[in-house]
Structure formats: structure tokens, C-alpha cells
């Protein structure tokens, strides 16, 4: 079964720009939820997507967004890039928010803003 | 709000030395607390999954332990491919803030062969 995966792996923005990011979760998979990972914050939630509908979401500026396809598979955007936006961006899948089902992630998206 | 702290930040142990890594926690009634492995440029890699205080769970050299304050995750006779980065994470009852999980900043352990 194929993980998590997202793309790209890599991306240099620079200062005002915008980014979007992609995930596709594993199959069958219906909840997707985004972490930004950093080495001062270590991993903070971002948002979570289940149905196309964002379920809940964390401590960040309206800059962040999201969203969700009838396939499952998420992005996320980033609009206006600050300097402390780079980071590794994580998408996770699990089956159902509903059930204590641990979350799956993929290897990240590393965004360098220059 | 919840929190969670994780000690030591860095551990450094000799092929075979035992220990284990605290994960103090802080939350308005739990729902899971969970251990992940990450290894450098990867995501974190899911290990256990703990609900209730006196848990306890097993795989291969680790084992994780809950209380209500705290969890631990003991690594018996480790092997140099056991370095890593062992992040703790806990996830609240809906109704108590954010459903995402909130983790600690991790213990970075490094097995010297």
C-alpha cells in the first residue's frame, strides 16, 4: 500500500510570493491534516480536512489555507511568504477523525523563502 | 491549553545501554497520547498509540509506558539504526481546543556502535 505522499519535495520562494503545496493520503484514507515543522516550534497543527471540509484548525494567520478534493488528496496555499515561513510542511492521512486511528505522514515538503 | 514537554533533548548511549525518554504532558482530558519515530528528512514514523493511564505497549526493543502526568518510552539493548528523533504527541477530546496533535520538540537519540 503507498504511503503518504507529497509534492514537490523541495521549493525555493521568495518574500511576498505564494505557494501551493499537494498531498494525496494513503487510499482509503479520508482525514487529512497539515504540520508545520520547524526547529525552533517543532511540529504545530495547521488544519485538518475530512468530507472536503475543514474540521479544525490551529494558532495560524489567515495566509495559511486549505483544501480538501472528493478524491481525498489536499493542498494547502500559502499566500504572501515571510522569511519565517520556511520550514517542512507535513501532510498526514488517517481513515476517520472519528476513531483513535494514529496519523500517517509523509516526507514533507521543505519550503525555503528567500 | 495543551502542552508537552520531552526530556532529555538529546541522548547519546553506547551499542546495548538501556534507558528511556520522558514525555511529560499537560491536557484537558486525553484522548491519545502517541510516539512517533522520525529519521532525518522523513516524516515521523507511527509507533504506539496510548489511552489510559497504567498501558503499556511493546515493539521489538521499545516499549511505551503512560501515567497520568507521563509517558516513557524505555529502549532496551539498543542498535545503532534505533537513532533517531522519538517524538511524543497528544491528541485532546474533541470540545478541548484544536483536534491536531500537539507534540513535544522530541529527544534525538544517537546509538554509538
Known amino acids: 500500500k503507498a504511503g503518504v505522499t507529497q509534492t514537490p519535495r523541495y521549493l525555493i520562494k521568495t518574500r511576498g510570493q505564494q505557494v501551493t503545496l499537494s498531498c494525496s493520503p494513503i487510499?482509503?484514507?479520508?482525514?487529512v491534516s497539515w504540520y508545520q515543522q520547524t526547529p525552533g516550534q517543532g511540529l504545530q497543527f495547521l488544519f485538518e480536512?475530512?468530507?472536503?471540509?475543514?474540521?479544525n484548525k490551529g494558532n495560524f494567520p489567515g495566509r495559511f489555507s486549505g483544501r480538501q478534493f472528493s478524491n481525498s488528496r489536499s493542498e494547502m496555499n500559502v499566500s504572501t511568504l515571510e522569511l519565517g515561513d520556511s520550514a517542512l510542511y507535513l501532510c498526514?492521512?488517517?481513515?476517520?477523525?472519528?476513531?483513535?486511528?494514529?496519523?500517517?505522514f509523509g516526507n514533507g515538503t521543505r519550503l525555503t523563502v528567500t | 491549553e495543551d502542552q508537552v514537554t520531552q526530556s532529555p533533548e538529546a541522548l547519546r548511549l553506547q551499542e546495548g545501554e538501556s534507558s528511556s525518554l520522558n514525555c511529560s504532558y499537560t491536557?484537558?482530558?486525553?484522548?491519545?497520547l502517541f510516539w512517533y519515530r522520525q529519521d532525518p528528512g522523513k516524516g515521523p514514523e507511527f509507533l504506539f498509540t496510548?489511552?489510559?493511564a497504567g498501558e503499556e505497549k511493546e515493539k521489538e526493543r521499545l516499549k511505551a509506558t503512560l501515567t497520568k502526568k507521563e509517558s516513557f518510552l524505555h529502549i532496551t539493548a539498543p542498535k545503532p539504526e534505533d537513532s533517531a528523533t522519538y517524538l511524543c504527541?497528544?491528541?485532546?477530546?474533541?470540545?478541548?481546543?484544536?483536534?491536531?496533535?500537539?507534540f513535544g520538540k522530541g529527544t534525538h537519540l544517537i546509538i554509538q556502535p
Open positions: 498526514a492521512s488517517s481513515p476517520d477523525p472519528g476513531k483513535n486511528s494514529p496519523l500517517h
Open positions: 487510499s482509503g484514507h479520508r482525514s
Open positions: 480536512y475530512f468530507s472536503e471540509t475543514q474540521r
Open positions: 491536557v484537558s482530558g486525553l484522548r491519545g
Open positions: 496510548l489511552y489510559s
Open positions: 504527541a497528544v491528541q485532546a477530546h474533541a470540545g478541548g481546543g484544536a483536534d491536531g496533535l500537539t
